[in-house]
């Protein structure tokens, strides 16, 4: 009897926690003839299940009113509310998705992109307040802050055609988002602010969709300063979530399964949700620990670094909804143990790859320098993952484990820490390539000033000869001394820029004193033919 009892209890359990977090049907989008039809009693359910946890919870009194002020309020609106500036604006990619970004603006400063991962918003990077949020971290740094939000989610669920009722509206991956989202994003923000190129962090699926931009669009690789990647998702194959793992042993039939029932979005952000997590997720609430058992069970378990205050907040913001084929692709990832293009099948690969499987991202045409940042405790991305990774980017420049063996997936945002453990050190690897590249640009145009000084030269002694030559005898000629190799300067009509490398940078300075011993004898020949 004892363990059929203990299965009993567990699923329980399961089952209260399923119930707590998504206890709706607002947990799925279905699109089929009867969902409208289905709508009251829909209502009628939420209702009753948000008044049952009311009273489970203890009514939701006693809420502080920040908190149930920060879950209530959108990104522009929580950024004006601590005294930030905000904008907020839209972006059209060319298979007509309309994307909204949030701004922090700091004018004529250098911009910085953030990109968040699957099933959140720009939210994410400044719900923690002023002390902790990167995005408010960044702004008082002196960038000019600017936070994406990939199709799909609650700020970008609008199409030039498309209603997001219709399934072709969800016919997407994070591929797309590589392919399309992050180019309208990178070129909007470089036309806006007159920069050349910005800084990009992502988190999670933000660093993926920047894999996939720089593998099928590399020219982007030179509009990117630098890029931070927070808990890099490339080769997860061997992810330690438990919850994964066994689900991604039913995708072949939970994918059928959706799509014979049409399920297109995954969590959507609903009043129900916001209102739930408010109810049952606040201090005084007995389901407290539910709420962040939750969180641990997906991200990894470090009550250490949670602010369960905050649980409100974070539960209202996040998840904001998610493309069905979004899930369906990641599960191919650690089935396959490839980071890949979807997998549409053999004949459709076929047609689409030319080839009966999907073609690898090529990672060696990621040329930006990269930063990557990871956990020992992540329970979706894993630290031989991330080795693989940074053997076949070109550029790594950084590889850092978070010095805190419990460290998780979400603490990369939202830890109490995390100034200290993570941003202070991903604002110093962006110092250093800034500095490095303010080296180089100044070491270059040291390098062009000593190659008009040569030119300068060369053409003294050249008017030195011409000088010189009439006073001669016939038979007798200077000897040509230019040498020929100094003259490095491009023809004005010519289309090809001038490589300099930093070899010819050395070469150019430890020459210096050989240029002004030529001069000097230069000059001295000069003075004794007029003498």
Avoid at 161 to 182: A, C, I, P, R, V
Avoid at 438 to 454: E, G, I, P
Wanted: glycine share 4%; hydrophobic share 40%.
């Amino acid at each position: 009897m004892w363990p059929s009892c203990r299965a009993c209890a567990a699923l329980l359990l399961h089952c209260l926690g399923a119930l707590l977090v998504c206890g709706s049907a607002d947990a799925f989008t279905i699109l089929s003839p009867f969902s409208y039809s289905s709508l009251s009693f829909k209502n009628l359910l939420n209702s009753v299940l948000l008044s049952s946890n009311a009273n489970l919870a203890g009514g939701g009194r006693n809420l502080k009113s920040d908190v149930l002020e920060d879950a209530s309020l959108i990104t522009p609106k929580l950024i004006r509310k601590y005294g930030y500036p905000s904008e907020t604006h839209t972006v059209v990619t060319k298979d007509g998705y309309i994307l909204e970004m949030h701004r922090i603006p700091k004018k004529g400063a250098q911009p910085v992109l953030l990109m968040h991962g699957i099933l959140d918003t720009s939210a994410t990077w400044v719900l923690m307040g002023p002390k902790s949020g990167l995005g408010y971290m960044l702004s008082d740094l002196g960038y000019d802050v600017w936070m994406g939000n990939s199709r799909g989610n609650r700020y970008s669920k609008n199409h030039t055609s498309l209603n997001s009722d219709y399934q072709e509206f969800w016919d997407f991956t994070f591929h797309e988002m590589g392919k399309y989202d992050l180019p309208a994003n990178i070129d909007y923000i470089l036309s806006k602010t007159g920069y050349e190129q910005l800084h990009y962090i992502g988190h999670s699926q933000g660093t993926a969709i920047f894999w996939v931009l720089c593998s099928e669009q590399p020219a982007y690789s030179q509009k990117i300063t630098s890029m931070h990647a927070l808990a890099p998702i490339a080769y997860i194959h061997d992810m330690k979530s438990p919850l994964f793992r066994t689900l991604v042993l039913f995708l072949d039939f939970l994918t059928a399964a959706t799509r014979m029932l049409r399920i297109t979005e995954f969590m959507p952000n609903t009043k129900f949700l916001v209102d739930h997590s408010q109810v049952v997720c606040h201090d005084n609430a007995m389901t407290q620990d539910v709420c962040s058992n939750i969180l641990f069970l997906v991200a990894g378990y470090n009550s250490e670094q949670l602010n369960k205050t905050m649980l409100p907040v974070m539960l209202s913001h996040t998840p904001s909804g998610a493309s069905i084929k979004q899930l369906e692709h990641f599960g191919q990832l650690m089935k396959s143990g490839h980071f890949r293009k979807f997998d549409r099948g053999y004949l459709r690969n076929q047609l689409e790859y030319n080839r009966m499987t999907p073609p690898d991202y090529d990672l060696s045409r990621v040329k930006v320098p990269v930063a990557l940042y990871y956990s020992v405790n992540d329970l979706l991305v894993s630290t031989t993952g991330v080795d693989r990774l940074a053997r076949e980017l070109p550029n790594v420049i950084d590889k850092y484990l978070v010095p805190m063996e419990r460290f998780n997936h979400l603490d990369f945002l939202w830890a109490i820490d995390v100034k200290p453990l993570v941003y202070n050190r991903l604002v110093r690897n962006i110092r250093r390539v800034e500095n490095h590249r303010a080296k180089l640009t100044a070491n270059l145009a040291s390098y062009l000033a000593m190659q008009l000084q040569r030119q300068h030269l060369q053409m003294h002694q050249i008017q030195l000869q011409a000088t010189l030559q009439p006073n001669l005898p016939p038979n007798v000629h200077t000897p040509l001394r230019v040498e020929q190799e100094v003259t490095l300067t491009t023809s004005p009509t010519s289309t090809q820029p001038t490589t300099v490398t930093m070899e010819d940078v050395v070469d150019a300075t430890t020459s210096t004193s050989t240029l002004e011993a030529r001069a000097d004898s230069y000059s001295d020949a000069d003075a004794n033919a007029r003498a």
